[in-house]
T-cell receptor, first 113, second 115 residues
Framework: DAKTTQPPSMDCAEGRAANLPCNHS???????VYWYRQIHSQGPQYIIH???NNETNEMASLIITEDRKSSTLILPHATLRDTAVYYC??????????????FGKGTKLSVIP | GAVVSQHPSRVICKSGTSVKIECRSL??????MFWYRQFPKKSLMLMAT?????????EQGVEKDKFLINHASLTLSTLTVTSAHPEDSSFYIC???????????FGSGTRLTVV
């Protein structure tokens, strides 16, 4: 079972920042938070991941709360091409089954012109 | 960046025939490959995990004799849907993880339609 909770859908105006929340209240100390997105009829695309520090790359920023029970993915300037389903996934790095990614329902982000 | 090539992208087959889907890691060695299935408007469901040179581990409810997985090399895994039926019509996606890599790279998916 997925260990994360995300809103089913969100809208964002083109050019504005998109902030996608994720709750992972049962996350354990060795589990990372991963974000992927899936544009219609394509394979998922890696966005970013983090353990406890905030992370930033060319695509997005990941803000993880101090207690690590929630995180926010930020797309600083959303474009129409960012319309996709965004998945927040927690994954450990040891133990049985820890290497697989378990997908929840994700958040369908619609970027509106 | 890491690239995973999956093909065919689309396939239509007759009921009762078998279909093979290939997944290749182009610029890294994939020690572990995953196969997912996705029905319309649903999330990805993990079918099986395969490590190079080992038998695949199937998720509960996935028939190993129907969905044959071969991970014979560090760059290639195949999924064969045997005796396909219309209910097997779905979007199949592979994912690969390399040694020491934190990320997982996904293929572009295969749309299987069984008629």
């Amino acid at each position: 079972d997925a260990k994360t909770t995300q809103p089913p859908s969100m809208d964002c105006a083109e050019g504005r920042a998109a902030n996608l929340p994720c709750n992972h209240s049962t996350i354990s100390g060795n589990e990372y938070v991963y974000w992927y997105r899936q544009i219609h009829s394509q394979g998922p695309q890696y966005i970013i991941h983090g353990l406890k520090n905030n992370e930033t790359n060319e695509m997005a920023s990941l803000i993880i709360t101090e207690d690590r029970k929630s995180s926010t993915l930020i797309l600083p300037h959303a474009t129409l091409r960012d319309t996709a389903v965004y998945y927040c996934i927690v994954r450990g790095d040891s133990g049985a089954g820890s290497y697989q990614l378990t997908f929840g329902k994700g958040t369908k982000l619609s970027v509106i012109p | 960046g890491a690239v995973v090539s999956q093909h065919p992208s689309r396939v239509i087959c007759k009921s009762g025939t078998s279909v093979k889907i290939e997944c290749r890691s182009l610029d890294f060695q994939a020690t572990t490959m995953f196969w997912y299935r996705q029905f319309p408007k649903k999330s990805l469901m993990l079918m099986a995990t395969s490590n190079e040179g080992s038998k695949a581990t199937y998720e509960q409810g996935v028939e190993k004799d129907k969905f044959l997985i071969n991970h014979a090399s560090l760059t290639l895994s195949t999924l064969t849907v045997t005796s396909a039926h219309p209910e097997d019509s779905s979007f199949y996606i592979c994912s690969a993880k390399g040694r020491g890599r934190y990320g997982y790279t996904f293929g572009s998916g295969t749309r299987l339609t069984v008629v």
